[in-house]
């Protein structure tokens, strides 16, 4: 089978990785960038660069991996030309806007959207990992508009990653994605920039900066065309997150200048909470 | 030597635990929780656990590894009671209340200030862990008020942990760890009582949640008794840097409103450097 990926760069090109090797599969990638096309074939996470007519016409299966904007905008054009034995996939962070735009295709029912919930802080094809989806959670969004072969070898294709799917509607996969993953974005780009503001002197970030500031800003080096789409496409629920962060962010604020240390405390130790909920999501990894 | 560890939780066990198997070294430990006491005899981090009065009297070097606000009140009643030839150290995240508070005292040149730039988000005995502070820096603030004899014992110490000492002012050392530290512990807190607040499905959390929130809400899980201390006696530059960090939040968001994702991808993109940053940090490592 011929697996062509649309979009070479750390999703795209992790997911390449580890079906290069998986017999019987002929991995052919398209990007818009050469130097990427160059790389990811030196790093033998493609058999084959083609263009994206190729992948369209001839691949049994198509894996989107572009940013989101760029998703809602080809997605249509490539169910366009495809036939009904084949099937597309996109792997976006955010799906309500996606499904909207091809919800009246008429090849709709040859399409899966889904959203492998994995990644790093790196981007391109050099960020590209072997094992990226092993024991994840992927999720597919209208599973009930998807024909069944589709969902089927859609299902296969992510359990051969490692991955185990669930089912959301669109709506409800933007909101708590908003909650739960995009917001933790926002807080990072922008902690980053306000350190970097207030830190004039560098090196003594250099010299100071600890595991902690590591481990809160990491998400600040991710790709701006990755997120600037996601938080366009899911604007409303980030927007709500960013508001309801800010509050608590101001209300916190408040009690330190009033020196209410109590009530600090107390919302500090409501935030240790997490650590029950999170440990749940270790605990089953 | 003798060396009395007053405070035996997550800093205070794991400097034991490193100088436990030390040739010469006796380490008695101190905490005012009993079990406390019990479970750093019984990981052995410490030899023996003896009363504040005899570490007081007793002890060659003491080590204060207590929350910030005890710090402040314990250290002069400390040095009331030592002779010159004893060295105590404290291992707090602020250094200028502190310092403030024995600048005057008769035995301030027995003291050093000092901050082992390392930490989990993990606290009591069970969180001590070998090698927490290897390859990390150690900061001594007002080098020039403690005698030499104690600089250089406690350079001795801090290098048999593997770190490497700075010398900074307490004011500036104040400044900069509100900005590469404290205000990660605010916006992790804080961002962990959002996603608490805005999700109130849990499951979701457990069920969604990728490394990116692993990452970020890491330090929410850290010590309410620790940091409030450190946010109360930091008060000044934590309030600057939270206003400052606000500010960029209010700002971004005011561009996703505006839908202007130019500007955003731009912040993104500024806020990116932080990677050129940290990278000479991991580095150097």
Not at 145 to 156: E, M, N, R, Y
Request: glycine share 6%; aromatic share 6%.
């Amino acid at each position: 089978m011929q697996i062509g990926i649309i979009g070479i760069g750390l999703i795209g090109g992790s997911i390449a990785k580890d079906l290069y090797n998986q017999i019987g599969i002929e991995v052919i990638g398209y990007d818009t960038s050469p130097s990427h096309c160059e790389t990811a074939l030196h790093l033998q996470l493609v058999h084959r660069i083609e263009s994206i007519e190729y992948i369209t016409e001839k691949c049994e299966t198509i894996i989107i991996a572009v940013p989101v904007d760029i998703i809602a905008n080809i997605l249509p054009l490539i169910l366009d030309k495809i036939s009904d034995k084949q099937l597309v996939l996109d792997v976006g962070s955010t799906k309500q806007k996606i499904c909207a735009k091809v919800k009246a295709h008429p090849r709709r029912n040859r399409y899966v959207a889904a959203h492998p919930l994995a990644g790093t802080e790196f981007s391109g094809p050099e960020a590209a990992i072997s094992g990226l989806f092993r024991n994840k959670k992927n999720i597919i969004c209208e599973r009930a508009l998807s024909a069944k072969d589709a969902v089927d070898l859609s299902l296969k294709i992510f359990q051969s990653l490692g991955m185990h799917t669930y089912f959301l509607g669109p709506q409800e996969h933007d909101k708590h994605l908003a909650y739960v993953s995009h917001l933790s974005h926002v807080s990072s780009f922008m902690l980053g920039l306000t350190v970097l503001d207030l830190e004039k002197d560098e090196k003594q970030i250099f010299n100071l900066a600890s595991t902690g500031l590591t481990s809160t800003v990491r998400l600040a080096k991710s790709s701006p065309k990755t997120w600037s789409a996601i938080f366009e496409n899911n604007s409303e629920y980030v927007e709500e997150a960013l508001e309801n962060y800010i509050s608590h962010l101001e209300n916190f604020l408040q009690l330190l200048k009033q020196k209410d240390t109590k009530a600090s405390y107390q919302l500090m130790e409501e935030a240790n909470d997490i650590k029950r909920v999170l440990n749940g999501i270790v605990a089953e990894k």
